[in-house]
């Protein structure tokens, strides 16, 4: 049977402090008034105020991570106890709460999302139907005309007068003979195979399916100013797609098959279901935009730091923690050079002006093209001087 405990906190006490490893339990809110704030100075958001209902310490709790930001009281505060072995059962006997979480965290991810790329890149990019024909021109100048023709199939769809659309059709009919792109559609196909290189999703093509990786890598990125962000590289068990599912917008990224896929698709009347009779599921998809919401945090802090050499050191350490290899002494990552320089969001001159320098730091070491880490609490260490040091 569920039991949760009642936590009481004086005024001015800490409830939550950023950067402390207290991440085995969450607190809801069932009085009184806290301060939410964090060292990452985000553009536009200062201080929150939360109260009865709200939730603290969800994102270090679900992600296993350190916490993001710190909680004080304005008043006397009593909080409910959950601790993250308890969560799926809570969300079995109380489905209302699960999905405010949820919803809660679809949210700040879009925001944090858009405050990243402006951070990164000073532009959010276009939020119109254009931005796909964007997208598309983008992957056909770099010759991929598998990514490209989806991508055009969707501006063409999204926006038929639009004034790149003569271009766009052009091109489709182009490339149609050197595709193997699929599913320009969304059917009811509970299984989809993608092949390597196409595109599964555009940036901000409406749509509400939900996809879970059961084979294969998907990339997840931007494409702002001519230059592609990657936000993320996905694998087997993890989830994409939910936020337009969960907020019915636009995709506010494209997702593109890494190496051939195979993805379960959820939509909206399944995962009504799903929320409904698997409790697991739902855990494993608050874990994960738990995980995403820390990373965002963390790219935040990243897009901060000035040294370059710096940057690209703190996005490499990211991956390491990602993993949960913190403990370990080395580690030898899938990444190049150029995957961490982009995930930095830097154009190619900036890559050729600085590369030479991050791949002779001595806290990496480059095998068979990919970044080798052969100390990572040291990559640690120094990852957290550097965020230090920025304010």
Same mark, same amino acid.
């Given at each position: 049977?569920?039991?949760?405990?009642?936590?009481?906190?004086?005024?001015?006490?800490?409830?939550?402090?950023?950067?402390? =490893?207290?991440?085995?339990?969450?607190?809801?809110?069932?009085?009184?008034?806290?301060?939410?704030?964090?060292?990452?100075?985000?553009?536009?958001?200062?201080?929150?105020?939360?109260?009865?209902?709200?939730?603290?310490? *969800?994102?270090?709790?679900?992600?296993?991570?350190?916490?993001?930001?710190?909680?004080?009281?304005?008043?006397?505060?009593?909080?409910?106890?959950?601790?993250?072995?308890?969560?799926?059962?809570?969300?079995?006997?109380?489905?209302?709460?699960?999905?405010?979480?949820?919803?809660?965290?679809? @949210?700040?991810?879009?925001?944090?999302?858009?405050?990243?790329?402006?951070?990164?890149? @000073?532009?959010?990019?276009?939020?119109?139907?254009?931005?796909?024909?964007? *997208?598309?021109?983008?992957?056909?100048?770099?010759?991929?005309?598998?990514?490209?023709? !989806?991508?055009?199939?969707?501006?063409?769809?999204?926006?038929?007068?639009?004034?790149?659309?003569?271009?766009?059709?052009?091109?489709?009919?182009?490339?149609?003979?050197?595709?193997?792109?699929?599913?320009?559609?969304?059917?009811?196909?509970?299984?989809?195979?993608?092949?390597?290189?196409?595109?599964?999703?555009?940036?901000?093509?409406?749509?509400?399916?939900?996809?879970?990786?059961?084979?294969?890598? *998907?990339?997840?990125?931007?494409?702002?100013?001519?230059?592609?962000?990657?936000?993320?590289?996905?694998?087997?068990?993890?989830?994409?797609?939910?936020?337009?599912?969960?907020?019915?917008?636009?995709?506010?990224?494209?997702?593109?098959?890494?190496?051939?896929?195979?993805?379960?698709?959820? %939509?909206?009347? @399944?995962?009504?279901?799903?929320?409904?009779?698997?409790?697991?599921?739902?855990?494993?998809?608050?874990?994960?935009?738990?995980?995403?919401?820390?990373?965002?945090?963390?790219?935040?802090?990243?897009?901060?730091?000035?040294?370059?050499?710096?940057?690209?050191?703190?996005?490499?350490?990211?991956? *390491?923690?990602?993993?949960?290899? %913190?403990?370990?002494?080395? !580690?030898?990552?899938?990444?190049?050079?150029?995957?961490?320089?982009?995930?930095?969001?830097?154009?190619?001159?900036?890559?050729?002006?600085?590369?030479?320098?991050?791949?002779?730091?001595?806290?990496?070491?480059?095998?068979?093209?990919?970044?080798?880490? =052969?100390?990572?609490?040291?990559?640690?260490?120094?990852?957290?001087?550097?965020?230090?040091?920025?304010?």
């Amino acid at each position: 049977m569920l039991q949760l405990s009642f936590v009481s906190f004086r005024k001015d006490s800490y409830i939550i402090v950023e950067g402390r =490893p207290q991440n085995d339990r969450f607190y809801i809110i069932q009085s009184g008034n806290v301060s939410i704030h964090t060292e990452n100075k985000i553009t536009g958001h200062g201080p929150e105020i939360y109260g009865p209902g709200d939730f603290l310490g *969800v994102i270090s709790c679900m992600s296993n991570h350190s916490q993001i930001d710190t909680a004080v009281a304005l008043t006397d505060v009593v909080c409910i106890s959950v601790r993250r072995d308890q969560y799926p059962e809570l969300i079995e006997r109380n489905t209302p709460v699960a999905m405010k979480i949820i919803r809660t965290f679809a @949210n700040r991810m879009r925001f944090l999302n858009e405050t990243f790329m402006q951070a990164t890149l @000073n532009n959010l990019g276009s939020q119109t139907s254009e931005q796909i024909f964007k *997208v598309a021109s983008y992957y056909d100048k770099i010759n991929q005309p598998s990514i490209a023709i !989806y991508a055009y199939y969707q501006y063409i769809k999204a926006n038929p007068s639009g004034s790149n659309v003569p271009t766009a059709k052009i091109r489709f009919q182009l490339l149609r003979n050197l595709s193997h792109a699929v599913y320009f559609e969304s059917n009811q196909d509970l299984l989809r195979v993608y092949p390597k290189d196409t595109m599964i999703m555009a940036e901000n093509q409406s749509g509400a399916d939900m996809f879970i990786i059961q084979e294969g890598k *998907v990339k997840i990125s931007k494409i702002v100013d001519g230059t592609e962000v990657i936000l993320a590289i996905l694998k087997k068990g993890d989830m994409f797609g939910e936020m337009a599912l969960l907020e019915n917008k636009p995709r506010s990224a494209s997702a593109i098959a890494e190496e051939e896929c195979r993805l379960m698709t959820v %939509n909206r009347q @399944n995962f009504n279901q799903m929320v409904s009779t698997q409790p697991q599921l739902i855990s494993r998809l608050t874990t994960m935009l738990a995980e995403r919401l820390f990373v965002m945090h963390r790219q935040l802090a990243n897009s901060q730091l000035k040294d370059v050499t710096a940057k690209m050191i703190d996005m490499l350490a990211l991956q *390491v923690e990602k993993q949960k290899i %913190n403990g370990k002494s080395q !580690y030898q990552t899938d990444l190049t050079p150029t995957d961490i320089a982009t995930m930095c969001g830097m154009s190619k001159s900036e890559q050729n002006l600085h590369m030479y320098e991050f791949i002779s730091n001595p806290l990496i070491k480059i095998v068979n093209d990919k970044i080798f880490v =052969p100390n990572c609490p040291e990559l640690l260490k120094q990852s957290a001087f550097y965020r230090k040091q920025r304010s």
